[in-house]
Antibody, heavy 123, light 109 residues
């Protein structure tokens, strides 16, 4: 059973770079799934950040694209998020998630999520 | 960008009630819509994908319907564990991208 686990600093200074990693266990990151990052500011809704395929292909939310980089490390079975020039508005719980594939088809929904990690942007 | 509007934003209901939450897309998205349940301090849980497909392990009292721009999530008989916030989410295949609705908080009456 595939599980995801986020890790990284819980506190980032303004104008700095937020860096998180999502470790995939119980399955291979080289499967036919896409892998995503989603965030949720305190008390607010969900926002998709971007996704990556094991080939390295990426797609990003246009509102964050200039600041986001997602990469994959197949040797470690993990993928990572970097968000640059952060401000207090980037304070949120950050989740990694897997895009569902079922019955040989893939659908644009997230079936497996990490537990989430809170990142605060503050000096 | 495609926007999703959920209604209502909040809802009070009783155990045993039938509840319907609506999600409207700003343009047609075929059946590329999912529904999630989120409880405080927890990650969202996938309930429905492809507008009407029930995720494995999700109770059959949850159902989804719709296509194009109008979608609904129905809980046929509310259970105590169903009180949570529900989100719809759409997928755009070209260019690839995802958008969430603003959420519907379901509370106990």
């Amino acid at each position: 059973q595939v599980q995801l686990q986020e890790s990284g600093p819980g506190l980032v200074k303004p104008s700095g770079t937020l860096s998180l990693t999502c470790a995939v266990s119980g399955g291979s990151i080289s499967s036919s799934n896409w892998w995503s990052w989603v965030r949720q500011p305190p008390g607010k809704g969900l926002e998709w950040i971007g996704e990556i395929y094991h080939s390295g292909s990426t797609n990003y939310n246009p509102s964050l694209k200039s600041r986001v980089t997602i990469s994959v490390d197949k040797s470690k079975n993990q993928f990572s998020l970097k968000l640059s020039s952060v401000t207090a508005a980037d304070t949120a719980v950050y989740y990694c998630a897997r895009v569902i594939c079922s019955g040989g088809s893939c659908y644009g929904a997230f079936d497996i999520w990490g537990q989430g990690t809170m990142v605060t942007v503050s000096s | 960008a495609i926007q999703l509007t959920q209604s209502p934003s909040s809802l009070s209901a009783s155990v045993g009630d039938r509840v319907t939450i609506t999600c409207r897309a700003s343009q047609g998205i075929s059946s590329a819509l999912a529904w999630y349940q989120q409880k405080p301090g927890k990650a969202p849980k996938l309930l429905i994908y492809d507008a009407s497909s029930l995720e494995s392990g999700v109770p059959s009292r949850f159902s989804g319907s719709g296509s194009g721009t109008d979608f609904t999530l129905t809980i046929s008989s509310l259970q105590p564990e169903d009180f949570a916030t529900y989100y719809c989410q759409q997928f755009n295949s070209y260019p690839r991208g995802y958008t969430f609705g603003q959420g519907t908080k379901l509370e106990i009456k």
